[in-house]
């Protein structure tokens, strides 16, 4: 199995997490973690780069689903950017699409949370 990592990068008000690897029912608890720790922090603006993302499962996509409201009441939204072919094929099955914002890039992201 691949390994999987989540790096963050603060950018002004924006917090960018970088997703590695094949986010899965095992690896789910260390992307959640990551989540929990901006929102403890009070960072509710937040872009998930998925460029370097091989996989995600149910489970990975359960963890966009089981933070999204509590970000969104408190002013905050989670953008997505650079994602594959493959593994947008697996967001648009489930109408994400409807749900999130997904950018061509991180920077794209970022910009649309000062318009």
Not at 67 to 83: L, M, P, T, W, Y
């Amino acid at each position: 199995m691949a390994n999987f990592e989540v790096a963050r990068q603060d950018n002004a008000e924006v917090s960018v997490l970088q997703l590695t690897g094949y986010l899965d029912a095992h690896t789910a608890p260390e992307f959640e973690g990551a989540l929990k720790k901006l929102m403890q922090e009070s960072r509710f603006k937040i872009v998930v780069n998925l460029d370097r993302l091989q996989y995600i499962s149910s489970a990975g996509l359960g963890v966009f689903m089981g933070f999204i409201e509590e970000i969104r009441q408190n002013s905050g939204d989670i953008k997505i950017s650079q994602v594959s072919q493959r593994v947008y094929k697996v967001f648009d099955l489930l109408g994400f699409p409807s749900l999130y914002e997904f950018y061509e890039s991180a920077d794209e992201a970022i910009g649309k949370f000062s318009l």
